[in-house]
């Protein structure tokens, strides 16, 4: 077919006698023909136009059907249009780069046009007959005597192609795929239906030559449906006889009587199309013998190498038709794919690539259209006979070089037969100490899985990872995240919307659901790394500060939810643990601390471990977490918690979350207080969620922050896991690996190692004197006496001195009886004691401010936002201990690094 022969017309010529004798130039040739460039005041194609046949033409030794140039032509960027003074024709022209390596090669016939680019240096022409829709084989002796007898060729500078547009038509030589097919045959416009004049316009572009036919058949193929073929009818003078239909893709034409040439209006069916881009991106036109084009192969799959750029085409298939269409911002598998009844993934790299998997009938008919990310799992339907695979941009744009950049540099791209990981099942022995020594630092995969669905037990949950922003999550993030250091995944899951009840009123997880959490565990359990995986967002489920009742039904919902869970994974090795819940809500006070919720949280722990271990297998060695109420780290939270009952000795850690904007040794206090928890409990610390946001207030001093945290919670022997939610908290790009926060990366990997870091200038406030009960008004500075007890520093009746051009750090520890006590305002004063403008409201533990201009000295206070606290009992908690105020002045390079020791949990 003609077809391929447009694809394998270099292959099928002697190529490599052809190239060798191309690029050979001996001394005396070039002595002879100064090789032109543009300073030279010949031009390539004048030297063409003279070449001696006896000379300057040679023949391969094989091929008989080629003769070529002896030597290379130098020339310059421009357009060219070929010349030949006999239309049955045509010229191969190779293009080669500064080193002579051998580019694309361009077939051309009389008056067709083409371009040289800036990156061509030289090139060589080869010339063939091509006459009644064919290539002459073996007619190299003949062509020798045409060029005796008068046959040229020339190369003609083309200096303004839009002007060449209205140039005379030539009466060209026959139709042919390559001329056809070649953008810079066309212009704007189309040739008129009543007199045949070319008439320029927008939606059309004509061809700038006439062709000649012959009186059989021509089918019209191409390979965009959208495009349509009108042939317009003259005589052996060019004079018009008649304007025709248009034709679709298989259309037939057949000249008229006295028809010599044909001129050609190409259009697309669908409105705004560029027809320039389509041929950017391979469009074909051709009249030929046959059909060839329409029909798209159909293989089995796993015959499909993927892999192959050359297997994709710029275009896709159409979602209501199947139909091939050329765009020049998507790709598509250049076969239809037969595929089993098993399950398939797809494999794209990054979060910006989706894949459309058109299913199709028997007879080609559109059954349904899917449209996946990577990772994403997908079986075909009952009555699908083969699919149309389409990759296109999902909140990104990409060019089809960046595709074909895409599919070289990432070896599983495209869509393979899902194969479920085979686990180790053998269990190691390990305490929650041991498992906590294990890990150095952790990550979050949240607001993937944990996201939330509008309804529950709605088929569409099944994708409720991808609700909150989110990617779908692939092996290729969970592999990044183990490459880059991390050895403990976080694994936060949100159960509820993928759970229906049964007729007996018990919760029933949806297999489906289950699996999906199953790959996610499993990409991890494959790099070797500690699993946490819990529950995570069960509000409508599991909740404390209710009555008796009502926790009643809470249990029952823990101890289901748990026991489906515990069993689907409990034959995992000692690299998976449980972690019960998370920040379970006290709906009496909403995200507040009381006894009877603190309580009720104990019950579930209780539940929790209950129920994992009477699933038996390895769950009754597993390392199990369990949280305080809230996940809360204060005092509070501490001292009503209870150890649950468990069996065996030494299984289980608790999890507290700690958000601190803290960035050095003031932080100690935190993890001071949660050591003296461990002890207490006889149990492990870990840190299930920390972080800082991308507006950290010292956004420079953000890494140090991080490292420091890790580093110093080490110290008490407690590890810690970063919060990474893919937005704000983001040190990962799960659609751009590259795009990574590679310093909080590296910082965090630092921390583990014990880098820590250090401010000597720290002051701490813990004295009565220092303070006065009273609040300071947020608007004019002063301060008065509300009915909501409030300490404000006062040192020496005033506030305390700044020390300008620093920033400001404030720290509050608060225990005990003090626990909920936080930092309520800071304001800044000019040396007269006027506010320089409106207060801070702060309502934290910490709090960074730059100091402003013109500030002498600040006032800070501190309150409890849930208990009116007396003068007496403020009193009492200074000198005991149990409040400190933190205040430091600082700048950037005050900021020390140490190291730190690493202490294991013992």
Partial sequence: MQYEKLINREGEQDITDFSKNNRYINAQKVSAYELPTSKDSQSTYTIISEMNYQNDWIQGKIDKTYISLNYYLQTEQNYYKALVNDNSYRMLIHKYNQDSTKGEYIDVGNGDIFYIDDSVEFITIAIYKYENRRIIENHAENMWKDIQNGLKFSLEKVINLNEHN?????????TNIESLSNSYNYRKGWFKSWGGAFENSEGSLCTRNFYKVDGKPYIFNTNDSRITLTITEYDANGKWLKYNAALKNGGIFIKQPTTSYIGLTIRSQKWGVDLYTLFENGLIIDLANEQYIGKTETINISNASFSNINNWKAGSYLYETGEFVITNNKICYDHFCQVGEEYYVVHLPGGYMKMSILELDQDGKVIYNNELQSGQKWKKRSNTDKIAITVYGNGKSFTIADYKNSITNYPTFGLEKYIRYTHNT??????????????????????????????????????????????????????????????????????????SVDETGSIKVSDEWMNRVQDVVDYAIANNMYVILNAHHEQPIIYTGTDDTSMKQVLKNAKELWGQIAEHFKTYDEHLSFEAYNEVDNIERSWNYSDKAAAQMNELNQVFVDTVRGTGENNSRRILVIPTLLDGADSRFY??????????????????????KKFNQNINSDFSELKGFSDRIKAPIMIG????????????????????????AAQYGIKSIWWDNGSDYKIIDRRDYLTSNMEMINALLEGSTGIGYIVEKEVVL??????????????????????????????EGSGI???????????????????????????????????????NEIQSKYYLKTIPEGAAFIRASFNSPTVNISLNDYKRYLDNGYIELSVCFFHSNDVKRIQLPITPYV
């Fill in 166 to 174: 209205m140039d005379k038509e030539l009466l060209s030589g026959e």
């Fill in 426 to 499: 053998l269990m190691k022995d390990i305490t929650a100490g041991e498992y906590v020594n294990h890990i150095n630092v952790g990550w979050n995969l949240g607001n993937s899985l944990d996201s939330k669905s509008a309804n529950r037990n709605d088929p569409a949950n099944l994708k409720q990872e991808l609700n909150w922003g989110s990617p779908y999550i692939t092996k290729d993030l969970i592999d990044y995240v183990a490459i880059k250091g991390f050895n403990t995944i976080r694994i936060p899951v949100t159960w509820y919307y993928n759970t």
């Fill in 639 to 660: 001292s009503a918690f209870r150890m649950p009952i468990d069996y065996v000795s030494n299984k289980i850690a608790v999890q507290v979350h700690i958000y601190t």
């Fill in 689 to 712: 969620e920390f972080g800082t946001t991308i507006s950290y207030p010292l956004l420079d001093l953000r890494p140090e922050q991080a490292s420091n945290f890790v580093a110093r």
């Fill in 766 to 795: 813990n004295s009565p004197m220092q303070f006065v009960y009273l609040t300071p008004n947020i608007k004019t500075g002063e301060l008065y006496n509300t009915y909501w007890g409030t300490m404000t520093t006062n040192i």
């Fill in 801 to 839: 001195p700044v020390q300008e051009g620093t920033t400001c750090s404030l720290s509050i520890k608060a225990v005990n009886g003090a626990a909920s006590v936080w930092l309520q305002r800071l304001l800044f004063y000019d040396a007269n004691g006027v506010l320089l403008q409106s207060g």
